[in-house]
C-alpha cells in the first residue's frame, strides 16, 4: 500500500500537467481584446486560453451576467472564433502545435461567462468542429463550429439559434 501513494502522487502531478490550461496571446485576440474593453466597461478582463480539448474565450464581467444583455458580446466573440485569422493563428499554429499533433483532432470552441467571482462560470456557449455521433469515430460529419449550443449548468444545454 505505501508504495502505491507515491506512485499515484507522480500520476495525479502528471495527469493535473495535462489539464492546465495555456493563455494564448495573438495580435488579433490583443486587438479584439482592446476594442471589447474600451466598447464594453462592463468587461473587468477578458482571457484566450487552450487546453488539450478546448479552446476558450472568457470575459470577466463586473457585474452578474445576463444572457440577453451579454447577447452582444458572444456574437462579437463568436464572429472572431469563426474568423479565417483565428482558424490560422490560434487553432492551426497554437493548439495543434501543443496538442493534437500527431491526430489533429480538432478543439471545442468554449465562449464563457463569469460574473464578480472569476471562478464561477455563470453560463458559456459552445461549439465543435465535428458534428453528431459517437466520440472518436473517424466519420463523424464536420460542423465547422456551426451548430452553437448555450449551458447554463442548471438545464440541459440547448442550440443556440443563428
Known sequence: MNKMVPAFLLLFVFLSGCMSHKTLQTEQWSGFKKQMRSEH????DMELQMSPTQIEINYYLDRKPDVEEDQELFM????LALSSDFQQTVIEESYFKHYSK???RYPD???RF???KKDVIQYEYF???YG???EGAKDRPIDAYKTWFFHDFKTKSVPVEP
Open 41 to 44: 466597461k462592463e468587461i473587468k
Open 102 to 104: 500527431d491526430e489533429r
Open 132 to 134: 453528431p455521433g459517437f
Open 127 to 129: 461549439a465543435s468542429y
Open 76 to 79: 462579437k466573440a463568436k464572429k
Open 109 to 111: 470552441i468554449m465562449i
Open 114 to 116: 463569469f460574473g464578480t
